[in-house]
């Protein structure tokens, strides 16, 4: 933990080491990917396809962020404060 007076000291070691985890499972993804396309050709999407495509992105981050929010609005509200263990004191 860091001094009130201390200096604060630049990013340690453990980000470099984060960043490059990050970018080799990218790398991998991505080299995935390619050997994929490569090995089964480009294929086109119909537009039920991209529709679909659509319609699961839309309502799959809608999910998401009502979710979230709900989430959120529950702690902000302190309505889960009051859940206990279930044993009776």
Do not use: N
Request: aromatic share 12%; proline share 4%; charged share 20%.
């Amino acid at each position: 933990m860091r001094k009130p007076d201390e200096k604060p000291r630049g990013p340690g070691p453990g980000l470099f080491v984060l960043l490059a985890g990050c970018a080799a499972i990218v790398g991998v993804f991505g080299w995935g990917l390619w050997l994929s396309r490569r090995m089964d050709g480009f294929s086109s999407m119909t537009i039920h396809g991209w529709i679909a495509l659509g319609l699961a992105l839309v309502l799959g981050g809608g999910l998401t962020g009502g979710l979230m929010w709900l989430a959120f609005y529950s702690a902000r509200k302190g309505y889960d404060d009051e859940a206990g263990d279930g044993r009776e004191e």
